[in-house]
Structure formats: C-alpha cells, structure tokens
C-alpha cells in the first residue's frame, strides 16, 4: 500500500554534511506526522527529529543546532539535513511516516534503513 525507500546515508569525516531523504510512495492522501529515528549498534532505536504538518519540530537535544528536519509536499519526501556531523552520529538511520491513505486509513510506516558513518 505505501512504500518508503531512504537513501542519502554514506561516508562522511567528523564536521561534514550529509543529507537523508525519505520516499513516500502508495496510496497516500498525507502525510501527517513525519519522525527520523538512528540505532547504533547494541542501542535502543531513539527518535532524532520529528515534524508535524503544522510545523512544529522536535529535536533530541544531542543534535539541536546541527539537524534539521524538512518536507517536500510536491515530491511526498522527508529530509533530515546533518551538519557538523560527529562519530557519535554513526548509526542506521529510519524514516517513520505517519500517514493518511487515500482510502481513509491511518497508519505508520517504517523506510529501510540508510547507513551514517563519521569517521576520519
């Protein structure tokens, strides 16, 4: 029904820039709530940055300042733009999407996973 494809993640040195996307694609009508979430290696899955359709944003206080999240309506595409990136960035990123179908069913969906690396 819906699909979520992520890509953007990659090798990157400590202070670089990367850029996460999230690909919605299916029966959508909208997209409500958009979260991004890492997990690290024997860690909990924590939720990062997060966007309502209304605009307010929520960010974990280890990335404030230097992640922001952003939405493209046309395109049906989440972003999470990093900036001054840091090893203790280095995790599998994931796109969680809260979304209306086009058959007037609400539900949340999970992209694959894109890998982060900071390192020199």
């Known amino acids: 029904q819906v699909q979520l494809v992520e890509s953007g993640g990659g090798l990157v040195q400590p202070g670089g820039s990367l850029r996460l996307s999230c690909a919605a694609s299916?029966?959508?009508?909208?997209?409500?709530?958009m979260d991004w979430y890492r997990e690290a290696p024997q860690n909990q899955r924590e939720l990062v940055a997060g966007?309502?359709?209304?605009?307010?944003?929520n960010y974990d206080d280890s990335v404030k300042g230097r992640f922001t999240i952003s939405r493209d309506n046309f395109k049906n595409t989440v972003y999470l733009q990093m900036n001054s990136l840091k090893p203790e960035d280095t995790a599998v990123y994931y796109c969680?999407?809260?979304?209306?179908?086009?058959?007037?069913?609400?539900?949340?969906?999970w992209g694959q996973g894109t890998q982060v690396t900071v390192s020199s």
């Open positions: 969680n999407l809260h979304i209306l179908s086009l058959g007037g069913i609400r539900g949340s969906y």
């Open positions: 299916g029966s959508i009508r909208s997209i409500y709530r």
């Open positions: 966007l309502h359709v209304s605009g307010t944003t």
